[in-house]
Nanobody, 124 residues
């Protein structure tokens, strides 16, 4: 069964950058679209980015468009989220999720496999 593990979170100052990784085991990511989600305290989970199985299409929420970039390296069984120009409102737990039916999207309901998440804190 597919398992996902996120890494790369941490504390960063406003305007800084982080790169999150979503590493898969138990199956090959070749068959899965991947989405990144985040949830801040007291707020609903937000879908922020998605990449299709072949990596030929990406989607971004308006809140991160132009600052975040999703990419995948199927040879490494890993998907990345490059986050630039981070803002305090980006503070949240970031999770990746995998879907092998709908080829991704920002809706959580299409994803069957979830990682545990990694904390991102943007603060001076």
């Amino acid at each position: 069964q597919l398992q996902l593990v996120e890494s790369g979170g941490g504390l960063v100052q406003p305007g800084g950058s982080l790169r999150l990784s979503c590493a898969a085991s138990g199956d090959t990511l070749d068959y899965y679209a991947i989405g990144w989600f985040r949830q801040a305290p007291g707020k609903e989970r937000e879908g922020i980015s998605s990449i299709t199985t072949r990596g030929d299409s990406t989607i971004y929420a308006d809140s991160v468009k132009g600052r975040f970039t999703i990419s995948r390296d199927n040879a490494k069984n890993t998907v990345y989220l490059q986050m630039n120009n981070l803002k305090p409102e980006d503070t949240a737990i970031y999770s990746c999720a995998a879907d092998n039916v709908f080829d991704g999207g920002l809706g959580a309901s299409v994803y069957d496999y979830w990682g545990q998440g990694t904390q991102v804190t943007v603060s001076s």
